[in-house]
């Protein structure tokens, strides 16, 4: 069975600040990973995906993740923390084999960006 | 120009009753879902359809009906309603994408659902 971990229930930085949100993931075979965030009272927003080939993937909002197979790590990165991205964090973990194939969620990680 | 949409945005009913939620996409998406959020923020897949076919049905109470009459809309029907059942229904849509890899999901704004 698939599965994702986000180890830290929220993270604090300070704005300007470089961020991370960790995510590992366990999947037979090599995943389809994702990065969702969430804003109040709103519906998850699609960030980014790592498919296949570069391991860094680059994606909204000035958001990358980089994926490593050894660790089974996805981690959402960012270089200058904003206020506006205060939000909630999903990593998601898909798996590559064929047919339909459900996406699993990570309980999801609490960004709060300090002015 | 809203991409998936869900009516109604609150529901609140009491314990025993049926309620039903809808929703619609206007990206000529084929793969339509169901997810439940708790007040954790777990988001927990429900039911998924590929072209009007039930593709995914995770482990949720037969109380639960959801129904799809075409690609654009997923409809999800409860009955006798209980406490539980109090959370967060997101409709989200996506592309199959077999072929590439699996398209990212649309969500929606959401469902409160408020049992009392």
């Known amino acids: 069975a698939q599965s994702v971990a986000q180890p830290e229930d929220q993270v604090n930085v300070a704005e300007g600040n470089p961020l991370t949100v960790k995510c590992t993931y366990s999947v037979s075979g090599n995943p389809y990973l994702f990065w969702y965030v969430q804003y109040p009272n709103r519906g998850l927003q699609f960030l980014l995906k790592y498919i296949t080939g570069d391991n860094l993937v680059k994606g909204s909002y000035g958001f990358e993740a980089e994926f490593n197979k050894s660790q089974t790590s996805f981690h959402l990165k960012k270089p200058s923390a904003l206020v506006s991205d205060s939000a909630l964090y999903f990593c998601?973990?898909?798996?590559?084999?064929?047919?339909?194939?459900?996406?699993?969620f990570g309980t999801g990680t609490k960004l709060q960006v300090i002015p | 120009d809203t991409a998936v949409s869900q009516t109604p945005k609150y529901l609140v009913t009491q314990m025993g009753n049926d309620k039903s939620i809808k929703c619609e996409q206007n990206?000529?998406?084929?793969?339509m879902y169901w997810y439940k959020q708790d007040s954790k923020k777990f988001l927990k897949i429900m039911f998924s359809?590929?072209?009007?076919?039930?593709?995914i049905n995770e482990t949720v109470p037969n109380r639960f009906s959801p129904k799809s009459p075409d690609k654009a809309h997923l409809n999800l029907h409860i009955n006798s309603l209980e406490l539980g059942d109090s959370a967060v229904y997101f409709c989200?849509?996506?592309?199959?994408?077999?072929?590439?890899?699996?398209?990212?999901?649309?969500f929606g704004p959401g469902t409160r659902l408020t049992v009392t």
């Open positions: 989200a849509s996506s592309s199959s994408g077999l072929a590439g890899g699996p398209d990212e999901q649309y």
């Open positions: 990206l000529g998406h084929d793969t």
């Open positions: 359809y590929n072209n009007k076919e039930l593709i």
């Open positions: 998601a973990v898909r798996p590559r084999s064929g047919g339909y194939q459900k996406v699993t």
